[in-house]
């Protein structure tokens, strides 16, 4: 069948919370600090679109207990093609309840406290920035609890995206300033549909959480050079 042997291009964007936040770039030399707590079991959740409405449905998966390693190892390439240095967090640093969002721009901002967290910390373990994941979920219709990890989207869906549901804040631990992040992108990647839509192989997963790993390779290595 063509689904089964067809290679679609697929948009593989790593989405922040607002996708009006204005692009960034660091520029910035020094040691960058590498966080991606997991405290919920993510999931690829795929979601087809047939023809008429009797031939949509959607299906989750588990991913890897490996899943969170595969992403910091995407930061650590990316940082590393930058001829930057970086150092993976024991204990992840939980700063959730010291920032505020904008809801004009969607950058996070620290308060007081927060900043001052973070600059104890970044003398402690000697870093320069902090790498600080945010993600959402996605409920819908078609997914009855929430999603996080990775959405794949297959038949007739406008793009046909594979999106992890993931993004990086990145905060100057000396002054506990934002200084850059991602936001909804489209760039597009030679993405592999299922071979069989109805049922996704353990390989087929292994292969959405290896391209998801590349995309927070690049995406950092963008943010950090601006190109």
């Known amino acids: 069948m063509i689904r089964n042997t067809c290679i ?23 040691v960058y600090g590498i966080q991606f707590p997991l405290n919920y079991k993510p999931k690829l959740c795929h979601q087809h679109i047939g023809f008429t409405v009797f031939n949509n449905y959607a299906n989750s998966y588990d991913l890897s207990n490996n899943y969170m390693n595969t992403i910091i190892n995407g930061y650590e390439k990316g940082i590393a093609s930058t001829s930057n240095s970086s150092i993976i967090l024991r204990e992840s640093l939980v700063l959730e309840n010291y920032i505020e969002v904008s809801t004009w721009s969607g950058a996070p901002k620290l308060n007081s406290e927060g900043k001052k967290l973070l600059k104890n910390v970044g003398e402690e373990l000697g870093i320069d920035f902090l790498l600080h994941p945010t993600g959402y979920t996605s409920q819908s219709l078609e997914y009855k609890d929430q999603c996080w990890g990775i959405k794949l989207k297959t038949g007739n869906n406008n793009g046909v995206p594979l999106v992890p549901l993931y993004s990086v804040w990145v905060f100057e631990t ?11 992108r489209n760039d597009s990647f030679p993405i592999r549909t299922p071979k069989v839509l109805e049922e996704i192989s353990s390989s087929e ?12 390779e690049e995406g950092i290595r963008q943010l ?3 190109n």
Request: charged letters at 15%; aromatic letters at 10%.
């Open 8 to 30: 679609v291009l697929v948009t593989l964007i790593m989405c922040a919370c607002s996708a009006t936040e204005p692009r960034t770039q660091i520029n910035k030399n020094g």
């Open 174 to 184: 000396r002054t506990g300033e934002y200084i850059g992040g991602s936001f909804i």
């Open 205 to 216: 997963i292994e292969y959405y959480e290896a391209m998801s790993s590349k995309y927070a």
């Open 224 to 226: 950090i050079l601006g």
